[in-house]
């Protein structure tokens, strides 16, 4: 493999391989520790050029898979491919296609940007006069040309993100696995990072990601599941998750403190069926409609007013929470 000539600053990796290729295919995948069962005999399949989210609070299985995926843990029970391959007899060879941003940077903060990539590249065997050039694209598309000779400990958090994702680059995979990979970083960094993924894609890479922000989600993931309890409780595209198991439009309604429930009530009552779901939180209604706004008209009519009432379009973050509830899993 090698990195073609940059455009516009971002990598591009040749790939000529057929649109639908799996490069990952799992069937009853499990991971188990001792007595206690992590993944629960997952089925699911990734296709060469797409970004593929999993979602689910914490325990619910997603980095013991991503771990899997990784070669960094071995299968318990099921099968596993990563690029045709099986990990568990030919995880260097994957490992050696694969790029891998961790959830915390783990650069070497007294070497210099340029260094961090250069030695990187040298572990991978990527010959000298190969990886100069390929540091020089993975720099601009990382946008820290101007910043090569710095050390690492004086980056911002964004650009140590950004290096992180550049290192992992430095080999020319054909996936990049990403944990969390804008936790931490002010809104400007991580819609800078969206786009450098997004270019990524755009090149062919297979990006796996998993996150916290369901708005990252919706904006890098071509398809995604949803784990809960070692399990996958649904998947698709995010318009088609919000298709099935949530509505177009939400109406959030805040009343005085202590009235919620007894409002929630009234408004079931009123509205006659007209919010298929109605859901109370300690501080606001929400009411899971299609049209938001002609609801709103008839919560007005029927007399109630509501401290503060908006209406939004359905997101992500309200199927994630159906599927897997609001409590706080530790």
């Given at each position: 493999?090698?990195?073609?000539?940059?455009?516009?600053?971002?990598?591009?990796?040749?790939?000529?391989?057929?649109?639908?290729?799996?490069?990952?295919?799992?069937?009853?995948?499990?991971?188990?520790?001792?007595?206690?069962?992590?993944?629960?005999?997952?089925?699911?399949?990734?296709?060469?050029?797409?970004?593929?989210?999993?979602?689910?609070?914490?325990?619910?299985?997603?980095?013991?898979?991503?771990?899997?995926?990784?070669?960094?843990?071995?299968v318990s029970d099921g099968t596993l491919s990563v690029l045709g391959m099986d990990p568990g007899t030919d995880g260097p060879r994957i490992r050696a296609r694969l790029g891998l941003v961790p959830q915390e940077d783990n650069l070497d903060l007294e070497l210099s940007v340029r260094e961090n990539l250069y030695l990187?590249?040298?572990?991978?065997?990527?010959?000298?006069?190969?990886?100069?050039?390929?540091?020089?694209?993975?720099?601009?598309?990382?946008?820290?040309?101007?910043?090569?000779?710095?050390?690492?400990?004086?980056?911002?958090?964004?650009?140590?993100?950004?290096?992180?994702?550049?290192?992992?680059?430095?080999?020319?995979?054909?996936?990049?696995?990403?944990?969390?990979?804008?936790?931490?970083?002010?809104?400007?960094?991580?819609?800078?990072?969206?786009?450098?993924?997004?270019?990524?894609?755009?090149?062919?890479?297979?990006?796996?990601?998993?996150?916290?922000?369901?708005?990252?989600?919706?904006?890098?993931?071509?398809?995604?599941?949803?784990?809960?309890?070692?399990?996958?409780?649904?998947?698709?595209?995010?318009?088609?998750?919000?298709?099935?198991?949530?509505?177009?439009?939400?109406?959030?309604?805040?009343?005085?403190?202590?009235?919620?429930?007894?409002?929630?009530?009234?408004?079931?009552?009123?509205?006659?069926?007209?919010?298929?779901?109605?859901?109370?939180?300690?501080?606001?209604?929400?009411?899971?409609?299609?049209?938001?706004?002609?609801?709103?008209?008839?919560?007005?009519?029927?007399?109630?007013?509501?401290?503060?009432?908006?209406?939004?379009?359905?997101?992500?973050?309200?199927?994630?929470?159906?599927?897997?509830?609001?409590?706080?899993?530790?």
């Amino acid at each position: 493999m090698h990195l073609p000539e940059l455009s516009e600053g971002a990598p591009g990796i040749a790939r000529g391989a057929p649109a639908l290729e799996e490069v990952v295919a799992a069937r009853g995948l499990t991971k188990r520790f001792g007595d206690f069962t992590a993944v629960r005999g997952i089925d699911f399949s990734i296709t060469r050029g797409e970004a593929f989210g999993f979602l689910g609070p914490n325990g619910a299985g997603k980095t013991s898979t991503m771990r899997m995926i990784s070669c960094l843990s071995p299968v318990s029970d099921g099968t596993l491919s990563v690029l045709g391959m099986d990990p568990g007899t030919d995880g260097p060879r994957i490992r050696a296609r694969l790029g891998l941003v961790p959830q915390e940077d783990n650069l070497d903060l007294e070497l210099s940007v340029r260094e961090n990539l250069y030695l990187y590249g040298r572990y991978f065997d990527v010959p000298k006069g190969v990886l100069n050039d390929r540091i020089d694209g993975l720099l601009a598309f990382a946008q820290l040309a101007e910043r090569r000779d710095a050390k690492v400990d004086d980056l911002s958090g964004g650009m140590k993100r950004r290096l992180t994702i550049a290192r992992a680059l430095v080999s020319d995979p054909e996936i990049v696995v990403l944990d969390e990979p804008t936790t931490g970083l002010d809104p400007q960094a991580r819609h800078l990072l969206w786009d450098r993924l997004y270019r990524l894609k755009q090149q062919g890479v297979t990006l796996l990601v998993t996150t916290h922000y369901m708005d990252e989600a919706e904006q890098l993931c071509d398809r995604l599941v949803v784990m809960d309890g070692g399990e996958i409780v649904a998947g698709g595209s995010p318009r088609e998750l919000i298709a099935s198991y949530s509505t177009r439009e939400v109406v959030e309604l805040r009343f005085l403190p202590g009235e919620q429930e007894l409002r929630a009530g009234q408004l079931a009552s009123s509205l006659s069926g007209r919010a298929p779901r109605i859901e109370v939180l300690p501080d606001r209604v929400l009411l899971y409609v299609d049209d938001g706004d002609a609801l709103m008209h008839e919560v007005h009519g029927a007399g109630f007013r509501p401290e503060s009432a908006i209406v939004r379009r359905s997101t992500l973050e309200d199927v994630f929470l159906r599927l897997t509830g609001r409590s706080l899993v530790d």
